[in-house]
């Protein structure tokens, strides 16, 4: 990739700055701040949503499909993501990530105009088709803009836009809700969209690309089927239907041919959607591994920790998001110390392992939680699994793009998000599947035939219908749920004990300014490509 020129300066960079770490000129931070909108974007939407949801149910009806709201935009961005990186490395980045924006501005806007919930999960999945665009497109151009060494101190950014929106969502989504009403749910993106849109627009230039070579639609279809076919099994499967009924089966039978198929036509293909060359690289693979287990870990602790917290201690569901801020709060720290000092030393392998350890111990500590564990008690234990992701969730993307050569930006990040949005669907799926059998013989013991009419339809009851049950039927509940958390976070700690084990078999190679070239693990030069 030909070096482009520093802002008015006419001057050509330097080609190696492995020793010489240079401060960011003002553009580049303008183009960061605009990233971190559009990151923000893309995962504040579902909290927000869901937040809103009972209203928009109370005016549009469809109870019966509210389940494809989410399912409709979950599925549209996961079977995306790794198209959008294929489009970005082939065309270029930034017209990939503009458009990306457009569609989902256009999809929000369209879902604050729906008449009713067909329209709406219509529009939702075509606001999820450029939401798999958002994430990955931040993360390219960030690696694109950012040589590896200085990438790190940036993490604490991206952690703290994390935790804001996993802390604010809620709030924000109820404060629109009861003021604005539900539509501004959707429309409130609009204004935040289009203030990206111009910053990258004015302030961002990259190379242009130029690709003869034709998208190779064949292995997007087929890895977009496999991808709906496992989520769509991880989103029904003992809930919509029994794990072992037909429909589970024949999704698992077409989505195992659908990336067996995929794999197959992806040796054949003159430009794969995801070139397998770059799993060649033994970091590679271990990060793409390391990262399905924390969206399996993160999102499967995140739902059940304020449940338990609501059921089990007594906490109120308006305020839900900050229930998680001593888990949120120490990933943020622990982010940005990790960040500072990878940029410092060029050396990260100890925060994979330290990250690992700490996973581990944390989601065990969750799974001794009890009836009689008191907040602080459980903030304390959350705190350690914030540690622990802390040191796991920037560092998986920065040294998978370290392991590609710069052609395979796109396709690496657009990989590692997409094995992380998979564990997290598995990590909801089969933990939620242990926590509602779990709670539903803990509520037969104590409670019997109540206890078992009680959770008949859902082993997760709100605040309204806690309140509404006997005094006996609601102790038991509590030890139910305490039982169901026991259950799943101790999975969780069983699960967490991988990432530790991949960690050790990470080879460090010291960030020196460089992507490795793929399959290898020799640093290679990096062209510097700065905003102009």
């Known amino acids: 990739m030909a070096d482009t020129q520093a802002a008015g300066t006419g001057q050509e960079q330097p080609q190696d700055t492995a020793d010489q770490p240079e401060k960011q000129p003002k553009s580049v931070r303008v183009v960061l701040l605009a ?7 893309a995962m504040l939407d579902n909290m927000i949503v869901g937040t809103a949801m009972p209203t928009i149910v109370g005016e549009l009806g469809g109870l019966e499909h509210l389940s494809w709201v989410v399912t409709g935009y979950t599925l549209a961005t996961a079977a995306s993501t790794p198209i959008w990186g294929k489009l970005g490395d082939m065309y270029g980045r930034k017209g990939a990530f503009m458009t990306s924006i457009v569609i989902f501005l256009i999809g929000s806007a369209l879902s604050g105009m729906a008449q009713n919930m067909g329209e709406l999960i219509g529009f939702r999945a075509v606001q999820g088709l450029g939401a798999g665009g958002l994430m990955v497109g931040v993360m390219a151009i960030i690696g694109d ?10 993490q604490g950014m991206m952690a703290g836009v994390m935790a804001l929106a996993m802390i604010g969502g809620p709030l924000v989504g109820g404060t629109i809700t009861d003021n604005w009403g539900w539509r501004w749910a959707f429309y409130i993106n609009l204004p935040l969209g289009v203030v990206a849109l111009i ?10 690309k130029r690709n003869k070579a034709r ?76 990262g399905f287990i924390v969206g399996f870990v993160m999102f499967g602790a995140t739902l059940f920790l304020p449940l338990y917290q609501q059921s089990v201690q007594g906490a109120s569901a308006t305020n839900s998001g900050l229930l998680l801020l001593p888990m949120l709060g120490a990933m943020l720290v622990t982010s940005m110390v990790a960040g500072r000092v990878t940029t410092n030393s060029g050396r990260y392998k100890v925060f994979p392992i330290a990250g690992g350890v700490l996973l581990a111990v944390g989601m065990y500590l969750l799974s001794t939680m009890d009836t009689d564990t008191s907040r602080l008690t459980s903030g304390v234990f959350m705190a350690v699994v914030g540690l622990g992701m802390g040191c796991l969730m920037q560092i998986t993307m920065l040294v998978a793009q370290n392991s590609v050569e710069m052609k395979d930006m796109g396709v690496a990040s657009s990989s590692t998000t997409l094995f992380r949005t998979l564990g997290s669907s598995f990590g909801v799926a089969i933990m939620g599947a242990i926590f509602n ?26 605040a309204k219908s806690l309140a509404k049950l006997p005094a006996v039927a609601r102790e038991a509940y509590q030890h139910a749920v305490s039982a169901g958390t026991h259950s799943a976070f101790l999975l969780g700690a069983g699960i967490a004990v991988a990432v530790l084990v991949a960690a050790v078999f990470v080879k460090e190679v010291p960030l020196k300014g460089g992507a490795q070239k793929a399959g290898s693990d020799e640093a290679a030069p990096m062209p510097v490509v700065e905003a102009v």
């Not at 990233?35 to 974007?41: G, K, Q, T, V």
């Not at 803009?145 to 940036?154: F, N």
């Open 145 to 154: 803009l950012i040589p590896p060494r200085e990438r790190g101190k940036y």
């Open 199 to 208: 910053a990258i627009s004015a302030v961002l230039h990259l190379p242009k």
């Open 215 to 290: 998208i190779d639609y064949l292995g997007a279809g087929l890895l977009t089927l496999g991808i709906t076919s496992i989520v769509l099994v991880t989103t029904w499967g003992g809930s919509e239907y029994a794990w072992t009924s037909a429909r589970i089966m024949e999704l698992i039978a077409i989505g195992v041919a659908a990336l067996v198929g995929f794999v197959f036509w992806q040796t054949k293909a003159a430009e794969p959607v995801l070139p397998l060359h770059i799993f060649r690289s033994r970091n590679f693979t271990l990060m793409s591994i390391i």
């Open 437 to 462: 059998n779990r709670v539903k013989d803990v509520m037969a013991e104590r409670a019997g035939s109540i206890g078992s009419r009680i959770t008949e339809q859902s082993a997760q009851l709100d």
């Open 35 to 41: 990233l971190m909108i559009a990151m923000m974007l």
